[in-house]
């Protein structure tokens, strides 16, 4: 078998040790062997051989938390700007969204729901169950390695659609037992947005159950929690009675504090609570003071009760305007009002399909609803949800940079992209640029980080995380993930104000030992 060598690079192996100058063989999609360097170590040998002396030799970058679901069947080019930003692994299922299971009673309603973060579904996308998603996945042949999750947001729609009452026992049977044949047939880990609608409506008794089928089968449990704002300190002391009650492993997806009123403040509280809990719980995090969701985030879920699925619909009457109005008035236990935390001019229209609509796109909310002539915020939301069928993007300039520092520095933390794949022109810049901008900003210009603790938190520590096995450490018998670069030279072009920009500064990239060409 044709062996590839690299010699002489400064490797940061993964596992946030010392790096070490030395030499590394690749012996088809693995690593055969790592080494201290010796120059004449590679004489006479046949097969390529790359003199990677300056260059830092590190694992590809492994990203748990992206929204490609549907990207990965649907784009001919997905995984070029992915690799660009020295991605070689990722992960899709995140916050509760996976495109499997599925029912077909309310499979269509489901996949509009996801297409402003998961974007469109392919044309023949129909995936009852969990093994039919990953062949399809499989066979596209994709040029990076990719697992899924399995949300339980999508459990809970394929057992009982979008309505808000609790399961039955025979229908929380049939839920957990569609988790357990998910992780059978290769689910990674299983996630939840508890969030959203209409998982936002579980009980805490069926949220253990859910839990105890993650356990039993020794699956990782990822949760967009139920409050950032506000509502953070309940929402953490949520997820560690989970994990204290049924021995569930824990992820806290995007782990952040928002609203203008809690910066500085509530993520140190929240922090303490993990650390003392003493249990087994890690967060992921992305390096931007801006996070990335739906319109439909802002809508206080009492609406989606009263209306269901209906909702979209419902806000282009004169009825739906004017309680959408009174709901947003109030304060709701358990749900954070994005809109009053920080405000209209905080929140970006990052994408939706209307021509009528298209030069809202990168335009704040508050801009929205003085150059459209709407005499509110609500009936601009009530207005773009019925035209749009709710299918909206939004970016929300939420978090305190001063916060994002503290918890991308915290030893249990990875970092993630969050990348949202519904389209539009103005998408949010992590897309493009989470991974080089840790290297960029927090280890080159900063300094807040040292490489390898940078490069450990964006490849062994989630691998081992998430359980991907032989990923994320340079070391004999893992697959031969491998970027070549120099530090300095790596940079994030994404911004907010021009987000759709490609990273530069990876010099070579390897796949499983093939080395990529872009």
């Known amino acids: 078998m044709n062996r590839t060598y690299i010699s002489g690079g400064m490797i940061y192996d993964g596992t946030g040790g010392d790096p070490f100058f030395g030499d590394i063989v690749i012996n088809g ?3 055969e062997e790592v080494l201290p360097h010796r120059t004449d170590r590679f004489t006479g040998t046949e097969g390529p051989l790359i003199h990677a002396e300056g260059l830092a030799v590190t694992p590809g970058f492994v990203d748990v938390h992206r929204h490609c679901d549907f990207a990965a069947l649907t784009d001919p080019a997905f995984g070029h700007l992915e690799r660009k930003q020295g991605i070689t692994t990722v992960l899709a299922g995140n916050c509760g969204m996976s495109p499997a299971p599925s029912d077909d009673s309310s499979r269509a309603a489901m996949y509009r729901f996801l297409e402003p973060c998961l974007g469109k579904p392919p044309a023949d996308g129909s995936f009852p169950d969990f ?3 990953l062949n399809a996945l499989h066979a596209k042949k994709l040029p990076l390695h990719m697992g899924a999750m399995v949300g339980t947001g999508a459990v809970r729609i394929a057992v009982k659609g979008f309505g808000q009452s609790s399961f039955s026992q025979k229908e929380l049977d049939t839920a957990c037992g569609l988790l357990g044949e998910a992780f059978e047939q290769g689910a990674q880990a299983v996630s939840a947005g508890i969030m959203y609608v209409p998982e936002c409506f579980n009980t805490r008794e069926e949220w253990y159950a859910f839990c105890q089928e993650a356990a039993k089968h020794d699956k990782l449990l990822t949760i967009h929690i139920r409050g950032e704002g506000d509502g953070l300190i309940p929402s953490v002391q949520e997820v560690i009675d989970f994990a204290r009650k049924t021995g569930v492993r824990i992820n ?8 203008l009123a809690n910066w500085k403040k509530d993520i140190y509280d929240a922090v303490s609570l993990i650390e003392k809990s003493g249990l087994d719980i890690t967060a992921d995090v992305y ?3 801006g996070g990335s969701t739906i319109l439909g985030s802002l809508i206080p879920p009492v609406l989606s009760v009263e209306y269901g699925e ?3 619909s419902a806000l282009g009457t004169p009825e739906g305007v004017k309680a959408l109005k009174k709901a947003l008035k109030e304060k709701w236990e358990g749900w954070d009002d994005m809109l009053s935390a920080v405000g209209s001019g905080r929140i970006l229209i990052s994408s ?4 009528e609509n298209q030069w809202m796109i990168g335009r704040t909310l508050e801009e929205v609803v003085k150059d459209g002539g709407f005499d509110s915020e609500a009936e601009a939301i009530a207005a773009l949800m019925y035209a749009e069928e709710g299918k909206v993007g939004i970016i929300v300039l939420s978090m305190c940079p001063e916060d994002v520092d503290y918890v991308i520095s915290l030893p249990f933390t990875s970092v993630i992209s969050d990348a949202l794949y519904g389209g539009g022109s103005h998408p949010h810049p992590r897309l493009y640029g989470a991974f080089p901008k840790i290297i960029e900003e927090y280890v080159c210009r900063r300094k807040l980080l040292t490489l390898q603790e940078a490069v450990h938190k964006m ?9 991907l096995e032989k990923r994320g450490l340079l070391r004999e018998g893992y697959y031969a993930d491998l970027l070549l670069f120099k530090p300095e030279e790596v940079k994030t072009r994404a911004s907010y104000v021009n987000p759709c920009v490609e990273a530069e500064g990876i010099k070579m990239i390897f796949t499983e030992g093939r080395l990529q060409r872009e």
């Open 287 to 289: 390096p931007y003071d």
């Open 310 to 312: 209906r909702l979209s």
């Open 29 to 31: 999609g693995k690593i």
């Open 459 to 467: 490849s062994g520590k989630p691998a081992q995380r998430f359980q």
């Open 252 to 259: 806290i997806s995007h782990f952040k504090s928002v609203g």
């Open 131 to 133: 093994a039919s998603y």
């Open 352 to 355: 939706l399909e209307g021509e």
